[in-house]
């Protein structure tokens, strides 16, 4: 069984979190069986952008990397304490043990910019939240990162990263891709209803 880690910092955003239990969860149930999924929180109660509460299955301290395929790091608002709480000690390291050992890593929007903070993004290409003139995008390079600034999502080895919330599902279904097979990833969209049923 492939594991994938959902890492929750406070302030993330509940439907860029919500792709990869959806993905994940179709697989286990439709598709070919092969993942499952823990949510893992920096506190015990969570509390989302627009003021949606989580519980986490499992909280960070208690993660052990080597138990895990794949990592997934949803974006998250400014307002609501996201990058305080992303921008943990606890978090980077996270993600740089991931990395370290070659697991896939994949973000969605301003996820990236977590990424980069670690350390993991210097030198490879990345992507981020593409609006508001590109400030979020020369963040991330200031970061190390070289930006691909049209393109929706970036792949650079083991890590996923994407421009906006429009391309979440896409995203989960690229992690699903890597963790399986692009035949299983497409069967689980025909069941989700993103490709056509034959």
């Given at each position: 069984m492939k594991k994938v880690c959902l890492l929750l910092p406070n302030g993330f955003e509940a439907v860029e979190?919500?792709?990869?239990?959806d993905v994940i969860g179709?697989?286990?149930?439709?598709?070919?069986?092969?993942?499952?999924?823990?949510?893992?929180?920096?506190?015990?109660?969570?509390?989302?952008?627009?003021?949606?509460?989580?519980?986490p299955e499992m909280l960070i301290e208690d993660v052990q990397v080597d138990h895990f395929d794949a990592l997934a790091?949803?974006?998250?608002?400014?307002?609501?304490?996201?990058?305080?709480?992303?921008?943990?000690?606890?978090?980077?390291?996270?993600?740089?043990?991931?990395?370290?050992?070659g697991k896939i890593i994949a973000s969605i929007c301003v996820g990236a910019l977590v990424l980069g903070k670690s350390g993991v993004l210097q030198g490879r290409n990345a992507t981020?939240?593409?609006?508001?003139?590109?400030?979020?995008?020369?963040?991330?390079a200031e970061m190390g990162a070289t930006v691909i600034p049209d393109q929706p999502i970036v792949i650079d080895r083991n890590i996923i990263t994407s421009y906006n919330p429009a391309?979440?599902?896409?995203?989960?279904?690229s992690l699903l891709e890597s963790l399986t097979?692009?035949?299983n990833a497409n069967h689980v969209r025909k069941l989700m209803g993103f490709l056509p049923s034959e």
């Open positions: 979190a919500s792709v990869f239990t179709w697989n286990k149930e439709e598709g070919d069986g092969s993942t499952d999924l823990v949510t893992v929180g920096t506190r015990k109660e969570l509390t989302c952008t627009f003021n949606f509460t989580v519980v790091l949803p974006g998250g608002f400014d307002q609501a304490g996201f990058y305080e709480d992303a921008y943990r000690s606890d978090v980077l390291e996270l993600i740089r043990e991931f990395d370290k050992q981020t939240y593409n609006l508001e003139n590109g400030m979020r995008q020369k963040r991330l391309t979440a599902f896409d995203v989960a279904f097979s692009l035949e």
